[in-house]
């Protein structure tokens, strides 16, 4: 069993910054693929980034490529989300996500690839 414990949303107007984080427990942090999804309201939850045990590979969805990057610090037990210029349309619940049965990283963007969920945070971005 994984506990995955996701923080950091709140409100910031378009063109700012946020910093997600996440942790992970229940087994060794290093083995545990590890992602960020969203929802908005009236949506159904999408892949956002996507990081592999080592860190080395991770994968994007097109709509946030070159704004936001995933990476984790495995000393920490803790996986990062950093949101720059972000836009109204980023606005959703954001959930960290963790599964050990796979490496993780790029082509692993589907929510039943993953098990393990943190609660949400909200993100709320003004015009």
């Known amino acids: 069993q994984v506990q995955v414990v996701d923080a950091g949303g709140g409100l910031v107007q378009a063109g700012g910054s946020l910093r997600l984080s996440c942790a992970a427990s229940?087994?060794?942090?290093?083995?545990?693929?590890m992602a960020w999804f969203r929802q908005a309201p009236g949506k159904e939850r999408e892949f956002v980034a996507a990081?592999?045990?080592?860190?080395?590979?991770?994968d994007y969805a097109d709509s946030v490529e070159g704004r936001f990057t995933i990476s984790r610090d495995n000393a920490k037990s803790t996986v990062y989300l950093q949101m720059n210029n972000l836009k109204p349309e980023d606005t959703a619940v954001y959930y960290c996500?963790?599964?050990?049965?796979?490496?993780?990283?790029?082509?692993?963007?589907?929510?039943?690839?993953?098990?393990?969920w943190g609660q949400g945070t909200q993100v709320t971005v003004s015009s």
């Open positions: 996500a963790a599964d050990w049965t796979h490496y993780g990283g790029h082509g692993r963007t589907s929510v039943n690839e993953y098990r393990y």
């Open positions: 990081i592999s045990w080592s860190g080395i590979s991770t």
């Open positions: 229940g087994r060794t942090f290093s083995s545990i693929a």
